[in-house]
């Protein structure tokens, strides 16, 4: 036999239970008699203490009184009912962000809420599982794959300078030494982004002179700027910073090199670093295209390309270890277009010297 509509049978004990939406009906109504009886007991008490002298309406003292227990008993109503709705929400948001840490509390609240929260969590852990699975499957393909990429770069090194070869043969050898060390340097990439994933704490903590070092990254990338004629514009407080500064190195390289590569010839890159009472700010623009809005919400993922075309070289890693590595040194990282042209990023540090 069917179940009234106003019912609902629980999946877990199989008893019949009252739906959410007759709790709704059943507590709007018993608001509305409550404010009645109330309405009248308070005209009651009104005419013993001021007797006939002083007589309102009975209808403006049913809206009156109405009035107030509604606003009452509303704002409890949808703080019970609607509250772990703009949870549930609140926390979708975060999960499309990518943070899959969120929990929903789902021992409390009517019985439909706590279904669905734990639905949630259900959803959660399974889409955590998934990353999980996929990120040790290409941590460990990646691992295995360097090892017959060093060996094929090796053996193709040596070829390299045999004098047998004639000018098509050597060709051949060039563009499969470029295409191994491609190959090897993407799996190298994957595996210290897996590494950097896999920290919940800053480790190798040390001061260094982060001005200097931002120097460095400049310098070290000249055989990619120079043949574009690209200006530098530098402005770098002297700034000591502690942190680790391996994995620093690899922020300013990541974020100067790509300047580089989507600076046209002949442009300017401007470099700024201001050292604050509580925190370090560094800013570099470039004069590029700039990035598309919508490509700015996901230009920190793994493996997102702004370029779909893949005109430009890269992996889609550089930035996802950018933000990674910010993360763990406690900063943080912004993007965004100048409206005279090209792009600005922003990263954000504690200074921990303060």
């Known amino acids: 036999m069917r179940a009234p509509s106003f019912l609902r049978k629980d999946p877990g004990t199989g008893k019949l239970m009252i739906s959410l939406r007759a709790r709704l009906i059943l507590a709007v109504t018993a608001e509305?008699?409550?404010?009645?009886?109330?309405?009248?007991?308070?005209?009651?008490?009104?005419?013993?203490?001021?007797?006939?002298?002083?007589?309102?309406?009975?209808?403006?003292?049913?809206?009156?009184?109405?009035l107030l227990i509604g606003v009452f008993v509303t704002n409890m109503l949808s703080h019970y009912f609607f509250g772990?709705?703009?949870?549930?929400?609140?926390?979708?948001?975060?999960?499309?962000?990518?943070?899959?840490?969120?929990?929903?509390?789902?021992?409390?609240?009517?019985?439909?809420?706590?279904?669905?929260?734990?639905?949630?969590?259900?959803?959660?852990?399974g889409l955590k599982s998934t990353e999980t699975l996929q990120a040790d499957f290409i941590s460990c393909v990646s691992h295995e794959f360097k090892t017959p990429l060093n060996a094929i770069e090796g053996y193709t090194t040596l070829l390299?300078?045999?004098?047998?070869?004639?000018?098509?043969?050597?060709?051949?050898?060039?563009?499969?030494?470029?295409?191994?060390?491609?190959?090897?340097?993407?799996a190298g990439s994957i595996l210290f982004m897996s590494k950097i994933e896999n920290q919940t704490i800053p480790t190798n903590q040390k001061l260094f002179d982060l001005d200097e070092q931002i120097r460095q990254s400049v310098l070290s990338l000249e055989a990619m700027w120079e043949p574009k004629d690209i200006e530098f514009d530098i402005e770098l407080d002297d700034t000591m910073y502690f942190g680790n500064e391996l994995q620093m190195h690899h922020v300013w390289n990541?974020?100067?090199?790509?300047?580089?590569?989507?600076?046209?010839?002949?442009?300017t890159i401007r470099l700024r670093l201001h050292k604050y009472k509580k925190d370090i700010v560094f800013v570099i623009e470039d004069?590029?295209?700039?990035?598309?809005?919508?490509?700015?919400?996901?230009?920190?993922?793994?493996?997102?390309?702004?370029?779909?075309?893949?005109?430009?070289?890269?992996?889609?890693?550089?930035?996802?270890?950018?933000?990674?590595?910010?993360?763990?040194?406690?900063?943080?990282?912004?993007?965004?277009n100048i409206p005279a042209g090209g792009c600005r990023f922003t990263v954000t540090l504690q200074n921990k010297n303060h």
């Open 287 to 336: 004069s590029g295209p700039g990035i598309p809005q919508e490509a700015q919400k996901h230009i920190f993922d793994k493996f997102y390309q702004a370029d779909s075309s893949h005109k430009q070289e890269g992996y889609g890693l550089g930035l996802a270890m950018v933000a990674q590595i910010l993360k763990l040194e406690g900063g943080t990282i912004a993007v965004e």
């Open 160 to 186: 390299q300078g045999c004098e047998d070869l004639d000018e098509t043969q050597q060709l051949c050898v060039e563009k499969i030494l470029f295409n191994t060390k491609r190959l090897s340097d993407l």
């Open 254 to 267: 990541n974020l100067i090199s790509n300047a580089i590569k989507f600076n046209p010839d002949c442009g």
């Open 84 to 125: 772990p709705i703009k949870k549930l929400r609140s926390a979708m948001s975060k999960v499309e962000q990518g943070d899959l840490t969120v929990k929903l509390d789902d021992s409390k609240g009517p019985k439909e809420i706590r279904d669905v929260n734990a639905g949630f969590n259900l959803m959660v852990d």
């Open 32 to 66: 509305m008699v409550v404010s009645i009886l109330v309405s009248f007991g308070i005209a009651e008490v009104w005419h013993w203490i001021f007797g006939e002298n002083l007589k309102t309406p009975l209808l403006l003292e049913l809206i009156l009184v109405s």
